[in-house]
């Protein structure tokens, strides 16, 4: 049926009584049955009211968080205000249709087709858009970025999903492990966003992470290192920041070779003209360095890409922990246990020494180059993506891409640029934007309802009610943190070289 609007309950019955009513046995007066109409006209009047409560109930069961359409049952959005994730102005009145595990529709109202065995979800003053996508995140860390609670993962992808961040990539973690996470999530046994992942980061004889990459000393290791991630079937390779440039060359082309991007991340050398000449594919990071005019375009003429990571950079330059207030946000108080909260109040309260407070001095400067940065290579037409690099002290999985977005939209983009940075382009930088990242039909059915209008306001990102992953509403109630379910893991210390 083609609609410009949905009815969705038309109950109801008009009439007068028959003349001529026989009441215990006696033909009634015209005073019997004015009195019997009256009091008729009074039920039906009842009955009416009954059944618009009724309507309204079921509407509100409808749109209900975490009510789950029957199996193979399409589900339609109605009313809503789309943004496709490809950066175009929003459509109001709009419509999404979802099949399995693949949207059918989605355009204006008028135009759609919603079929008649469909659950209907009304989003009138809301908006419908693609999943959030966190390139940049490490599965095993606990709270501080440094130590490591591999048992704790259900936890952040958890945290993550609740928060719509429907993909993600883990760029750095210990191999076997992050691949089966991929492997299960894939298989629909474990819940999750998509995952992506580099495996193991691969670094030089003294790795900055020694549990976390692969040590290269010889150039002799480097094919065999490519075959094994090949074999593995890694998203990318990535290089870390102890390898030369030699080494970055080397890599790269024994990559190319196999059809493998190499992704690098060599702190405040990000951006280097130096680093893009060894053939890598894009930064896991904004540059922190000044970017001149020749070396924006030199990173230009190579294709490179970015992913942002700004939240990290205000990480360490403490900024946010000013005021931890901020702990307060549903999605960070929803998800994380209480005890990640109190410790990471303690680090914000501690007195740092001098030392300390110098290398923080410093950071708000390296981050202050990384807002313009963000600007200008946006300005500049790069492939851009959205990663936190979570987590760190104040960057928690699910809350730090939203935080992210407001970042990006303060250093000078506007809400529906961030927001494609973080759907179509995400999907770009992955080579999948045919399969994810916009609503379109016969792309994937995983998408947000919101109850604002993140294209005027980009904080409304947050005022998630519904997540729809693969064609299926998520029960966002299940994935708060219980701590009656909750194992209670705690994290070990983990090793870093700096």
């Excluded at 591999?150 to 492990?177: C, E, F, H, I, S």
């Excluded at 540059?287 to 990290?312: C, G, S, W, Y």
């Excluded at 990384?370 to 600007?375: E, L, W």
Aim: hydrophobic content about 40%; glycine content about 8%.
């Amino acid at each position: 049926m083609r609609v410009k609007s949905v009815s969705y309950v038309n109950n109801s019955f008009s009439g007068n009584l028959p003349s001529g009513l026989i009441l215990r046995g006696k033909p009634t007066t015209s005073h019997q049955m004015a009195c019997i109409q009256n009091s008729f006209d009074g039920k039906k009047r009842k009955m009416k009211i009954a059944l618009r409560c009724l309507a309204l109930v079921l509407m509100a069961g409808l749109c209900t968080v975490g009510a789950s359409a029957g199996e193979g049952q399409p589900i339609a959005i109605v009313h809503a205000r789309l943004i496709d994730g490809m950066g175009g102005s929003p459509v109001e009145n709009a419509a999404v249709v979802v099949r399995d595990k693949t949207i059918e529709y989605a355009g204006p109202a008028s135009g759609v087709s919603v079929p008649r065995d469909a659950q209907i979800i009304d989003a009138t003053g809301k908006t419908v858009m693609p999943g959030l996508a966190d390139l940049h995140v490490h599965l095993q860390g606990s709270w501080d970025g440094i130590s490591v609670d591999l048992l704790g993962y259900q936890r952040y992808l958890k945290a993550m999903l609740y928060a719509g961040v429907t993909t993600l990539m883990d760029t750095g973690n210990y191999q076997p492990w992050v691949l089966q996470l991929r492997q299960e999530q894939a298989a629909g046994r474990l819940q999750g966003p998509r995952i992506y992942c580099v495996g193991a980061m691969i670094d030089s004889a003294d790795p900055a992470w020694p549990d976390l990459a692969y040590a290269v000393t010889s150039r002799y290791q480097i094919p065999e290192i490519v075959r094994r991630d090949k074999a593995a079937k890694v998203d990318m390779i990535k290089g870390y920041s102890n390898l030369s440039e030699h080494m970055l060359h080397w890599l790269s082309e024994e990559a190319g070779k196999e059809g493998i991007r190499v992704v690098i991340d060599q702190w405040e050398r990000n951006g280097s003209p130096d680093l893009v000449a060894t053939g890598i594919s894009g930064f896991a990071h904004l540059p922190t360095r000044k970017m001149n005019e020749a070396d924006i375009q030199f990173a230009k003429e190579h294709n490179i890409f970015f992913i942002t990571t700004l939240t990290v950079t205000e990480a360490f330059a403490r900024t946010r922990l000013n005021d931890i207030g901020f702990l307060k946000e549903p999605y960070i108080a929803d998800t994380t246990p209480p005890w990640f909260l109190t410790e990471l109040r303690e680090f914000a309260n501690k007195p740092q020494t001098e030392p300390e407070k110098k290398e923080t001095q410093e950071s708000i400067v390296a981050h202050q180059e990384a807002m313009r940065n963000v600007k200008k290579l946006h300005d500049a037409g790069f492939l851009i993506a959205t990663g936190t690099d979570a987590p760190y002290p104040g960057v928690f999985q699910g809350e730090g891409l939203h935080h992210e977005l407001e970042l990006m939209v303060e250093a000078g983009w506007k809400p529906l640029e961030a927001i494609r940075a973080s759907t179509y382009d995400a999907a770009r930088l992955m080579k999948a934007e045919n399969e994810w990242g916009s609503l379109q039909a016969g792309r994937r059915a995983t998408l947000l309802i919101i109850a604002g209008n993140p294209a005027e306001r980009i904080s409304d990102t947050r005022k998630i009610e519904t997540v729809i992953q693969d064609g299926k509403i998520v029960d966002r109630t299940a994935l708060k943190y219980d701590m009656k379910t909750d194992a209670g893991y705690r994290a070990v210390p983990g090793l870093f070289n700096p």
